[in-house]
């Protein structure tokens, strides 16, 4: 039984890569003239209350007191870079705006079936590399015109197998007799 969205609860939001790096926090910096490590810090701070609000991304519970003694900057800071992000649109009627969009309630369910379906395709395309890697493979042409298309190093190559089947035919056979094999011991 899953629990209606206003009573859900998360240990963790979603923190995207570019987040931080959006220009919007160097105008809320600006604005409350406060660093830009600072903003985030806060911004990090007021995140995380509204993935305790009740509904998540409500931010009414917070307090610009307890932002300020866990991050120990003063409290006028917090509540400058608060009205700063109201100013800017980021929070409305102490929500996040976009909060529903970037921190949905529930997963994917198609996740699982897709990767499935990748893997298998990733899979199936190794496999059909590795086969035309196998059977594209050719050591010695076939056919004259083959021949010419090979180039100097396969000529020298025949040539070499050529002289090693020479030599071969040339090799003295000797006749392998009884083989005697001494006792140690003397016997």
């Not at 406060?34 to 409500?58: F, T, W």
Request: glycine share 4%; with cysteine; net charge positive.
């Amino acid at each position: 039984m899953t629990r209606p969205p206003d009573r859900r609860r998360y240990g963790w939001w979603r923190k995207y890569n570019h987040e931080d790096d959006e220009p919007k926090w160097k105008l809320v910096a600006g604005m409350a003239c406060i660093e830009l490590c600072r903003v985030l810090c806060i911004k990090d701070r007021l995140k995380r209350a509204a993935n305790m609000g009740r509904p998540r991304g409500s931010i009414d519970e917070f307090s610009f007191n307890e932002i300020a003694y866990a991050l120990e900057v003063s409290p006028a800071e917090v509540e400058r870079t608060y009205r700063a992000m109201v100013a800017i649109g980021e929070i409305d009627q102490w929500h996040w705006v976009r909060w529903d969009d970037e921190q949905p309630d529930r997963e994917d369910a198609t996740v699982t079936s897709r990767m499935k379906r990748y893997r298998a395709r990733q899979k199936e395309q190794r496999i059909q590399q590795q086969s035309y890697a196998v059977t594209s493979v050719t050591l010695r042409p076939d056919s004259d015109s083959d021949k010419k298309e090979r180039g100097a190093f396969f000529d020298e190559f025949d040539r070499a197998e050529a002289f090693a089947a020479e030599q071969r035919k040339k090799q003295l056979v000797l006749p392998v007799g009884p083989v005697v094999v001494k006792q140690r011991g003397g016997r």
